[in-house]
Structures are given as structure tokens and as C-alpha cells.
């Protein structure tokens, strides 16, 4: 019997078992300014030490403005949170890629474009995004501030072994589809909870065939899914994105990791504890209309009527979403206008993403009733990377605001926000109530869908434009 | 962490499936260094009518009548019951710590999303997963009885109510930390050793993940 990339990757890390729980060695450890003051502050109150300084990469990434940066963080308790990570990471001596420094940018982006995402790594961070970094072959997972400090002092987690789950999506995707209309598709399928407690692993012909950036955006939302990791197996798309990246080896030790990582993938006869199968050339482009990333359908489709379910439990959920998001039951999604539109977020906020956007967006204006139509690039590289192509020049040109790098309006630590009854087309990863601002009414949608929303006021399913 | 073992408390009803992390505690409050004071702004947005900010004076705050932590019945209550999937969204630690400073020590539910799961153990917090019937059946009797209590009793995997008794799953490890309330990085270096010889051997193995490579 053979076993699943995730097995293959965990069982390299376990120290020891005991009982039904595993110590796990930790090899990279991600750490931003939201969730880790509490657990350096333990560990200067236990008198403890970083057991390998090395493994961690720090950024402030959810406080940050992203506006001129030259002037000081106008909000004093945002700028008190990114100022502690500072001390913090000078007092132990941790390397930070600080908020000006052109390397900044949200911690799921900056990971793997420095090459610290490698195959068959552990990686963890305090931020439930973290499923990412699968996209690379690596169990990668989101973890609480206790967790971080133990990482951060043990280099080990207590963990269960999760169940394993094959998501099977086989076919050519259509025009305008992109890995987010995937990840919302399947989302839609096996609801929030459908993943909890099991890693799942992506594969099938129409995960092959999307780049890394598409496969980050996949495994990004596994969380959405309730599970914790989602991963794909390693192939030369892999190691091509990883190449000549700064932090990823060089030499000899680039030629022994490659020779390792092939072998990073499911066995052929691999068990899984589930399997769902996908034809993924009906997959349309989505649009959630409700509170939850399950609330979602199609850009052909209509918002449920909360009638149409004998669930009670579920449709007294489906009225209190149409009641927040204030729209009525079997409205055409093609109908909802917006007012300001979000491209940006660990979700969607890679250079892909900006130049399908862009490519949408061309030579058009925004439309006059939105209020505003943010680009947020994912990292300072980025965001670099888009200048050199002009992209800036389409975004601003068609009216939209071109932005420093951060998570900003995907959960508004900032000043970025929606302000109450406002709706959002959005390429972040949630939909929750007042997630972007309170009172705020949030659409998850990819940046294509988004750039289009932008141009038409609405939604419009962008295999009709052009 | 304080341990928990046997806890008697008033039942908190929150009729709802799919209570994320930023509903329990949203973005504005996680601006602080510490682990405590949350409490009153728990579920600030349904709580109160009013937007909150942190540092705020919440006794002058316009409150939600209908929210269920503003009825009266319930205001002392230190069991909160749920519907599916509890917990769901942000890994925020910041949410159990909202919980634990309300004064919740015990989360029921049919399910729970993992990061918050283990999160609730780590910070004395007790989350049990029940079956849908019985919660519907603790559900029923909560809303007909003011200040309805039951019992939870983590050493024997048992929940007491009126003269019915249910038994619940748990994980021994996590099990044992709970009742003994203790710290488990201080566990974990008991094996100090251990982990020291294996990173030795890992790194051997895999001599690029050593992090000297840059």
C-alpha cells in the first residue's frame, strides 16, 4: 500500500509518537505582528530561549498602511503592534523584512518569493492563511499564539495526524476560469466543515495545469474548507518557481534537494481517508452572495431563496445572510451592483493576479458608481514587478487607487475598510459579517471578476466581455 | 492555565452554525499585546448597536436587546451552546481569550473548526463536541427554564443534565493538560534531548533545510 504526500511529509518530521499525539519538528517558521506579541512576552516571562533562530521569518503585514509610509502609522495601537514586533525581533535577533524595506509584504506572498516555502517542509505561522504554502509540497498550517511560542521554543508542535482527503479536479478549466472559481467550487461542494480535520490534497489535470501563483491561491483557501493544510505534489513547476529564488539552495545542496523532491508526491496507490471528484470544465465563475465562502454560486445563477430548503438549520443561516448582505431571494448574481472593489490579499495579490486583472481592465474605466477600486500588491516585489510592466499605469488610468503591500481590506486592520451597507466585490478569502469593515457586505470573487465588476459598476461574467 | 476538571455553570444559547473567529472577537481588538480584557467586547458587533473600539467605555455603549448575552437570564452563564462548525475562520487566539475573560469555560457544539479546537484546550477552555439531536435536546431545554444548569465533568467524559447523562470524546493528552492545567512547552522540553538528536539526524539528511543555506 502506498502512502500520500502528506504522510510522506509528516512522517520525516516526527520526533517521537505518544499515544494518538506526535511531536512534529517545525523546519520554517512564519511570524507577523498580530498574533505573536503574547508569545514573545511568554517566553520573556518563562525566561526561555528561541530554539532556532533561523527557521523564522518575520514581516508586519495586517497593521500596515498602505499609504505613504514615510509618515508614521497614524493609528497609535496599530502602530504600537508593528513597533513591538520590531523590539521583538531585535531583542532576539530574528530577521524581519520591515515595513519599508522592499521585501515587506504580506507574510503568504513573502514566503514563497524569498524561497523559504520549500518542498517537504513543515511550515507554520500564526495566521489560519498559512495552508498556502502546500502549494509547494510542504505541510503547511495555521497555528494559534500558544503554538507559536511553543515553535518558537521547541522548534516541535504537539499535533494529531490529520485524515487525508484527495480532491480530484480533472479537465481543461474554461476562459476566465482561475484557481479561485476552483477553490470556491469545491468550497461550495463540501461546505466550511467538509475539510475539518483532514489535510487535503489537490491533484487531477486542472491542478496541473494551473501555475504556482494559481496552486498558492488553491491551497490558500483550504482553510475556507475547514481544513487546516491543503497541498499539491511537486513537478517541474515547482522547482522551476523555486530556482535562483534568494533563500533557496544553491550549488550541490540545490542538486541533492531537487533529486528529493521529485519523489514529493502521492503514491500511485495511495489510501485516502476521502475523495471527492471535480469535472472541472463545468466550472464557472463564482460569486459568493452570502457570509460564508459555501454561500456561493456561479455568475449564470441566482441568490438562493432560503424557501427552497428543508434544512432548518440552513435556511434560517441563508435568511440571516440575505438579511445582512440585504439582497432578495433569486435575484441574478448579474444584477448586483457594487461600490468598491478589493484586488489584493494572500489570496489573490501575486503578479498573476495583477496582470489577468490588468488585462481585464485594459484601456476602460472604472465605472462611476464605484467609490472606490483598491490594487494592494501582495508584496514591495510585487508590487515592483507590476511597475516594470505598467501595470500600475491600466490600474490608475481606469481609476483605480495603485496601493503599498499589506493585507489591508481583505479583514481591515487598517485604515482600509468598508463602511457599513457598502458592498465589495472582493479577491480576499472571507465573507464573514463585518470582515471588511462593520456592517460591510463582501463578494469573494477572482481578480478577473473583480477588475470586470470594477469596469461594469456589477457583476458580469467576464467570458461575455472583450 | 487554570485546570478544569468538574464545572457546573448556566447555559448560554447561541442559536447559530458557523460562528467565526472574527465574530467572537473582531479585527479592532487584536490590536493589543496581551491576553486579557477582551471580554466585553465578545461578540462586540451583535453585542452592542454601536461600532467598538478598543480602549473604549462599553458600559455607555447602546447593547443589542436581542443578542443573547444581554439577556438577563443568561448574563452569569459560563457554558456557551452552539450549532456546527464553531470557531471557523482566523486561528486568532485572541478568540478563545475573549471567551475565557467572559467568564466561558466550557464550548458545546456538533462541531468545531480545528485551530480553534485546539486553542480552547491551550487556554483553559473546554469544547465538546455533542451530536445535532442532543444539542437540539439541550437547546429545548435551556429556552424553557431560566438559569438552567449543567454539569461537565472532564476526568469522567460526562455531561450531566436534569437526571440525563451524555458522554463525550476527547483526546487524552490534550485531556490531562486540562485537568492538570499545565504548561505543555515545559513538557516538551523534557524531551529536549530528544529533539536535539533528531535535528541533528534531520539535518544530515536533508542538509538544504538547515537554514544556513543564504
Redesign the interface.
Known amino acids: 500500500m502506498g502512502i500520500s504526500l502528506y504522510e510522506k511529509v509528516f512522517n ?2 516526527v ?2 509518537k ?4 506526535y ?1 512534529l ?1 517545525i ?1 520554517r517558521h512564519l511570524v507577523h505582528e ?2 505573536s ?2 508569545a514573545f ?1 511568554g517566553i520573556r516571562i ?1 525566561n ?1 530561549n528561541i ?2 533562530k ?2 523564522i521569518i518575520a514581516v508586519p503585514d ?2 500596515v498602511p498602505t499609504t505613504d509610509r514615510t509618515v508614521k502609522i497614524k ?1 497609535p ?2 502602530r ?2 508593528v513597533e ?1 514586533l520590531d523590539k521583538n525581533c531585535e531583542e532576539f535577533d530574528l530577521l524581519q523584512f520591515k515595513m519599508n524595506d522592499r521585501r515587506q509584504g504580506i507574510v503568504h506572498v513573502v514566503g514563497p518569493e524569498q524561497g523559504s516555502t ?1 518542498p ?2 513543515t511550515i507554520v505561522c ?3 492563511h498559512t495552508s498556502t504554502h502546500g502549494a509547494f509540497g510542504a505541510i503547511a498550517m ?6 507559536v ?2 515553535v518558537l ?4 508542535l ?1 499535533v ?1 495526524k490529520f485524515k487525508t482527503m484527495r480532491v480530484k479536479v480533472n479537465g481543461d478549466l474554461q476562459y476566465g476560469v482561475t484557481a479561485k472559481d476552483v477553490a470556491l467550487e469545491i468550497i461550495g461542494k463540501i461546505g ?2 467538509g475539510g ?2 483532514h489535510a487535503i490534497e489537490f491533484t487531477g489535470t486542472s491542478i496541473q495545469s494551473l501555475s504556482m501563483e494559481g496552486r498558492m491561491t488553491l491551497c490558500n483557501m483550504a482553510i475556507e474548507a ?1 481544513s ?1 493544510v491543503g497541498l499539491i505534489g511537486v513537478d517541474d513547476k515547482t522547482i522551476e518557481y523555486i530556482e535562483d529564488k ?5 550549488g550541490d ?2 542538486e ?2 531537487k533529486k ?1 523532491w521529485v519523489t514529493l508526491v502521492s503514491d500511485e496507490d495511495a489510501r485516502f481517508d476521502s475523495e471527492i471528484e471535480i469535472d472541472g470544465s463545468l466550472i464557472e465563475p463564482q460569486v459568493t452572495w452570502g457570509t ?1 465562502p459555501e454561500m456561493v454560486v456561479s455568475i449564470t445563477s441566482k441568490v438562493p431563496n432560503p424557501a427552497n430548503f428543508s434544512d432548518k ?2 435556511s434560517s ?1 441563508y435568511q ?1 445572510a440575505l438579511k445582512y448582505m440585504n439582497l432578495k431571494p433569486e435575484t441574478p448574481i448579474n444584477e448586483i451592483s457594487i461600490d468598491k472593489v478589493f484586488i489584493g490579499s494572500c489570496t489573490n495579490s501575486r503578479i498573476e493576479d495583477l496582470r489577468a486583472a490588468a488585462s481585464i481592465v485594459g484601456t476602460k474605466k472604472i465605472a462611476k458608481n464605484i467609490k472606490l477600486a483598491l490594487v494592494v500588491p501582495g508584496s514591495g516585489l510585487v508590487k515592483h514587478q507590476a511597475e516594470a510592466e505598467g501595470l500600475d499605469k491600466v490600474f490608475r488610468n481606469a481609476g483605480f487607487e495603485w496601493r503599498e503591500p499589506g493585507c489591508s481590506m481583505c ?3 487598517n485604515a482600509d475598510k468598508l463602511e457599513p451597507g457598502e458592498r465589495c466585490a472582493s479577491t480576499s478569502n ?1 465573507n ?4 471588511q469593515g ?1 456592517g460591510g457586505r463582501t463578494h469573494l470573487v477572482s481578480p478577473q471578476m473583480a477588475a470586470a465588476a470594477a469596469i461594469y459598476g456589477k457583476f458580469v461574467d467576464i467570458r461575455e466581455i472583450n | 492555565m487554570s485546570p478544569l476538571n468538574i464545572h457546573k455553570g448556566i447555559v448560554i444559547p447561541l442559536d ?3 460562528v ?1 473567529t ?2 467572537i472577537i ?3 481588538f ?6 486579557t480584557g477582551f471580554g466585553p467586547n465578545l461578540f462586540d ?1 451583535w453585542r452592542y448597536l454601536d ?1 467598538g473600539e ?2 473604549q467605555d462599553n458600559s455607555k455603549r447602546r447593547t443589542n436587546p436581542d443578542f443573547v448575552l444581554n439577556i438577563p437570564r443568561y448574563k452569569d452563564g459560563s457554558i456557551l451552546i452552539a ?3 464553531f470557531g ?6 485572541h478568540a ?1 481569550w475573549a471567551l475565557l475573560d467572559f467568564g466561558i469555560r466550557v464550548v458545546i457544539a456538533p ?5 480553534f479546537y ?2 480552547c484546550f ?2 483553559g477552555i473546554l469544547p465538546i463536541t455533542l451530536d445535532k439531536i442532543t444539542m437540539d435536546h439541550i437547546f429545548t431545554k435551556v429556552e424553557k427554564k431560566i438559569g438552567y444548569e449543567i454539569t461537565v465533568n472532564l476526568q469522567k467524559q460526562k455531561i450531566y443534565y436534569d437526571s440525563e447523562t451524555v458522554s463525550f470524546e476527547v ?3 490534550k485531556k490531562s493538560c486540562l485537568l492538570d492545567g499545565l504548561d ?2 515545559g513538557l ?2 523534557k ?1 529536549k534531548i ?2 536535539e538528536n ?2 541533528k539526524k ?1 539535518h544530515e ?10
Open positions: 520525516r518530521h520526533v517521537q505518544d499515544e494518538n499525539t511531536l519538528y523546519d498580530v498574533t506579541p503574547q512576552e518563562s526561555r530554539w532556532r533561523n527557521s495586517h497593521n493609528d495601537i496599530s504600537i503592534q513591538t520549500l517537504g517542509m500564526g495566521d489560519s495555521g497555528i494559534g499564539t500558544s503554538e511560542e511553543h521554543t521547541t522548534q516541535c504537539i494529531n466550511t466543515a475539518t480535520g475547514g487546516r534568494p533563500l533557496a539552495p544553491k545542496l540545490w541533492k534537494a528529493d460564508s438549520t440552513l443561516s440571516t479583514l481591515a486592520m472571507r464573514f459579517e463585518g470582515r462593520q | 447559530r452554525a458557523n467565526d472574527d465574530a473582531p479585527k479592532q487584536l490590536k493589543s499585546i496581551k491576553k458587533e461600532h478598543p480602549g450549532r456546527e462548525n471557523c475562520g482566523s486561528s486568532r487566539e478563545p462541531s468545531f473548526a480545528d485551530i485546539g486553542n491551550k487556554n483526546d487524552s493528552f505543555d512547552i516538551t522540553l524531551n530528544n529533539i533528531f535535528e534531520y539528511s536533508f542538509p538544504w533545510l538547515n537554514g544556513e543555506e543564504s
